[in-house]
């Protein structure tokens, strides 16, 4: 059980402060949820107490693991499907575990992919939305600006496949 104030990840939305816990009756049935203030976008999530663990809801990184997600973004490519449905399911799955590491992998692969061969629009969506689930928990631990967390990964990247990035990606 976490408390209000405490910063959490929900997988596939991002990293947010709880603000407040909240009984609410949805669809007849009154049930206790995390009310969740997400750093970007100002937008607020509501998440079940009684699915906490099938969600996947953590506590985000510390300050001092940033420094590997950071060292994930600048390493080198892993292999990928060149059949992009499969590579598409993979990085999903990736993306769906919460786990800070792989959607920095997904971010890493899915940025050289797209500079090298370019990205289909369901991967520029991924990667995009890949992006800012890492963006929000970077914006969290940092306690930075959304602007400085995309300068550092960007900074990171670009250190890695050099000055050449599609605008679009970045």
């Known amino acids: 059980m976490f408390n209000i104030g405490e910063k959490i990840v929900y997988p596939m939305h991002g990293a947010g402060v709880i603000e407040s816990i909240e009984e609410r009756e949805i669809l007849g049935e009154k049930r206790k949820y995390y009310i969740m203030k997400m750093p970007i976008g100002n937008m607020q999530v509501m998440i079940p107490l009684d699915q906490m663990e099938d969600i996947g809801i953590r506590k985000v990184i510390d300050f001092k693991e940033i420094e590997n997600v950071l060292d994930v973004l600048a390493s080198e490519t892993t292999k990928m499907h060149k059949n992009w449905n499969r590579r598409y399911r993979a990085n999903m799955e990736l993306i ?9 992998e997904v971010v890493r692969n899915l940025t050289l ?3 090298e061969k370019g ?6 969506k991924m990667l ?43």
Do not use: C, F, M
């Not at 769906?96 to 792989?102: A, C, F, P, R, S």
């Not at 900074?155 to 050099?162: F, H, P, Y």
């Open 113 to 115: 992919r797209d500079k």
């Open 128 to 170: 995009s939305n890949a992006r800012q689930i890492l963006i929000s928990e970077i914006v969290l631990v940092a306690e930075i600006s959304e602007e400085e967390a995309i300068d550092l990964i960007e900074e990171v990247i670009l250190r890695q496949i050099g000055p050449t990035v599609p605008d679009a990606v970045l």
């Open 119 to 124: 990205l289909s629009t369901g991967e520029r």
């Open 96 to 104: 769906k575990t919460g786990d800070i590491y792989e959607i920095a």
